[in-house]
């Protein structure tokens, strides 16, 4: 496997008081990030995904398929992007 491509919803929240950005893989179960910003995590997210992916494949476990991008964003849940994560060099 040399690239895994998955949408992940981003979205604002606040907790305990302070602004989190977040971002959420709907379908892979516990992979989300949380940064101060929104860029940060577009910027950490191709790595992560590519954590999730990379442990899926070496224990022979396929990861489920993506739900479908314009479902996601009917939803309202938040901003709907693609992560394309990439096999580090």
Sequence with gaps: MENF???????EDVEN???VWRGNFP???GCWL???SKEEVL????????EYASACFETGWTPPHAPPV??????????VCVV???KPL
């Design 5 to 11: 491509e998955y949408p992940m919803v981003v979205y």
């Design 17 to 19: 008081g302070e602004r």
């Design 27 to 29: 379908g892979l179960h």
């Design 34 to 36: 949380e940064a101060a």
């Design 43 to 50: 910027r950490l997210a191709p790595s992560v995904l590519w």
């Design 70 to 79: 314009r479902w996601l964003e009917e939803s309202g849940a938040g901003e």
């Design 84 to 86: 394309r994560a990439k």
